[in-house]
């Protein structure tokens, strides 16, 4: 009886469930960069008088612990079946961590002029790998939560009209016919703005989808066009 009740109980939050694990990796990636990367370190040492803007960053560049406060949060909400509160800590959480990631990588931009020998390089090698894995996990919640009304919505009479168009979705493909996205679809949706810098295997139809997948592949970009390109830059002037 209570292996039935169990897995009734599964089956009801299980949408959420990716969600919360991929926000305790946003989390964590957070957690490891922030130790590593200080925006407003960079901008003092232009000599530039920022101690307002300090407070500010201060406030929006939490660590770990905040980011662990919400997870711990959206835990008890998913596990209480209170949908909406767990919607708006999403929210929030993945908004300070799209904040966080944008301000790490204009962090490595300003240091990337400052490195040399090959233990620069090496740790810069570091740090852009792991701006870009938090870059494409930021996004993928992004989309997985918009989409449709979110993953409580989709496939359900209250779900909200299309923004992220997938070939399962277009009909007549045998096998396919209940289909409807789940996290992992949004994520290799954003793994291919991150790499092939364009989407695959989906059709971006929302100007905010479209505005979101342009801010995710200029951060793509600006990781491997500049940052990566400079580490392997400094490795190859310290050979030769």
């Known amino acids: 009886m209570w292996i ?7 089956e009801e939050r299980r949408r959420r469930g990716p969600g919360l694990l991929a926000l305790a990796i946003v989390g964590l990636l957070n957690w ?20 307002g803007f300090n407070r500010v960053a201060d406030t929006l560049l939490p660590d770990f612990g905040l980011f662990g406060l919400m997870f711990i949060s959206a835990l008890a909400c998913w596990l209480l079946d209170w ?10 959480a993945n ?3 799209t904040f966080n990631v944008t301000n790490y990588m204009v962090d490595l931009i300003f240091s990337i002029t400052r490195r040399e020998g090959n233990r620069d390089a090496a740790l810069l090698l570091v740090d852009a790998v792991l701006v870009w894995l938090m870059n494409w996990v930021v996004f993928s919640i992004w989309f997985w939560m ?22 399962q979705q277009e009909g007549g493909i045998p096998g396919w016919e209940d289909w409807r996205p789940g996290f992992m679809d949004y994520a290799f949706a954003a793994f291919g703005n991150s790499t092939s810098l364009g989407p695959n295997d989906v059709s971006i139809l929302s100007r905010r989808f479209k505005i979101l997948s342009i801010v ?14 400079r580490a392997i830059g400094l ?6």
């Open 83 to 92: 949908d909406r509160l767990t919607r708006a800590i999403f929210f929030v």
């Open 32 to 51: 490891i960069v922030s130790d590593a990367l200080s925006f407003t370190a960079i901008v003092s040492e232009l000599n530039i008088d920022v101690s």
């Open 4 to 10: 039935a009740r169990l897995r009734a109980f599964y």
């Open 95 to 97: 908004g300070v961590a």
């Open 146 to 167: 918009l989409d449709g009304g979110g993953p409580d919505r989709r496939g359900t009479p209250r779900a909200r009209r299309v923004e992220m168009q997938f070939k």
């Open 235 to 240: 490795f190859t002037t310290t050979r030769g």
């Open 216 to 229: 995710q592949t200029m951060n793509s970009l600006a990781v491997i066009a500049l940052i990566a390109a």
